[in-house]
Nanobody, 123 residues
Framework: EVQLQASGGGLVQAGGSLRLSCAAS????????IGWFRQAPGKEREGVIC????????YWPNSVKGRFAISLDNAKNTVYLQMNSLKPEDTAVYYC????????????????WGQGTLVTVSS
């Protein structure tokens, strides 16, 4: 059974940093692309950053470029989202997702989703 477990959310002041973790199980990590998404209250879900475990391709929108980074620990089947210079508008529930297709993850259509972890950035 494929499972994704996100953790690490919390309350942080604007300008601060936070690292989220997504522990994956039930599939071969290296064969999948992993993505982080977020959904703020009253807004649609949006992609934050995606990475292909097999070749390291990454994709992220301009809104987080230079502030967010993604990394993989294949030995632990865990992907991390390092968030720096956080802004109040980064407040959202953050989800990790996985799919064999990098493009499918980028499109927000991944087959597997974890539960969310709440990130709150205070001004």
């Amino acid at each position: 059974e494929v499972q994704l477990q996100a953790s690490g959310g919390g309350l942080v002041q604007a300008g601060g940093s936070l690292r989220l973790s997504c522990a994956a199980s039930g599939f071969t990590f290296e064969d999948y692309a992993i993505g982080w998404f977020r959904q703020a209250p009253g807004k649609e879900r949006e992609g934050v950053i995606c990475i292909s475990s097999s070749d390291g391709r990454t994709y992220w929108p301009n809104s987080v470029k230079g502030r967010f980074a993604i990394s993989l620990d294949n030995a632990k089947n865990t992907v991390y989202l390092q968030m720096n210079s956080l802004k109040p508008e980064d407040t959202a529930v953050y989800y990790c997702a996985a799919d064999r297709s990098f493009g499918t993850v980028v499109a927000g259509m991944a087959a597997y989703w974890g539960q969310g972890t709440l990130v709150t950035v205070s001004s």
